[in-house]
């Protein structure tokens, strides 16, 4: 199975200040269609979670435009521009490169300072 | 609006079943490969199967410590997932969620416990 390596696994940042988290994945996440499948999530306390970003850097629907992503081959970041107090939660990566099976990410807690 | 509402989890004994449902809507269900992910209580995301849609062949997948004993199935004039878990044991215990992916249910809860 491809092994996801998040860092940190707890990241407090002071509301308005920029946030990274890195996800470094075991093999290329480079698919045979020239694609490379990493997609990242939120999961807010309590609820279900939610993809952000699919593809490394294609944003979702609705998804603010403080949230980015980018890497290739094995490296991936999720960076936020200033944080809000809506982005408290845990954060995945994913990747859908090989299957079986999809594997995620450790996860990120990230918490306001 | 997409909506996926997943039901039929609750409590059930080591070696028993359960079958859980996903109520679709909002989206062409029959044109998206779906999935089961679950959550144990206060840990990550684990894949447990992917059906594809029917005209990519409708096969499924499943991650391996699932393999065997769950079965994914899918009806599409009922624009509903299924998904068949036998020979339960405590580590299933999570929250299972049904998704497209780009969208996730709400979760239901299987508790395995005797």
């Known amino acids: 199975d491809v092994v996801m390596t998040q860092s940190p696994l707890s990241l407090p940042v002071t509301l308005g200040q920029p946030a990274s988290i890195s996800c470094r994945s075991s093999?290329?996440?480079?698919?045979?269609?020239?694609?490379?499948?990493l997609s990242w999530f939120q999961q807010r306390p309590g609820q279900s979670p939610r993809r952000l970003i699919y593809?490394?850097?294609n944003r979702d629907s609705g998804v603010p435009d403080r949230f980015s992503g980018s890497g290739s081959g094995t490296d991936f970041t999720l960076k936020i521009s200033r944080v809000e107090a809506e982005d408290v939660g845990v954060y995945y990566c994913?990747?859908?490169?090989?299957?079986?099976?999809?594997?995620f990410g450790q996860g990120t807690k990230l918490e306001i300072k | 609006e997409v909506q996926l509402v997943e039901s039929g989890g609750g409590l059930e004994k080591p070696g028993g079943s359960l079958r859980l449902s996903c109520a679709a809507s909002g989206f062409s269900f029959s044109n998206e490969w779906m999935s089961w992910v679950r959550q144990a209580p206060g840990r990550g995301l684990e894949w447990v199967g992917r059906?594809?849609?029917?005209?990519?062949?409708?096969?499924?997948e499943y991650a391996a410590p699932v393999k065997g004993r769950f079965t994914i199935s899918r009806d599409d004039s009922k624009n509903t997932l299924y998904l068949q878990m036998n020979s339960l044991k405590t580590d299933d215990t999570a929250v299972y969620y049904c998704t497209t992916v780009a969208r996730w249910g709400q979760g239901t809860l299987v508790t395995v416990s005797s």
């Open positions: 593809r490394v850097s």
């Open positions: 093999q290329s996440l480079v698919y045979s269609d020239g694609n490379t499948y």
């Open positions: 059906i594809k849609r029917k005209t990519d062949g409708g096969t499924t």
């Open positions: 994913m990747q859908g490169a090989h299957w079986p099976p999809y594997t």
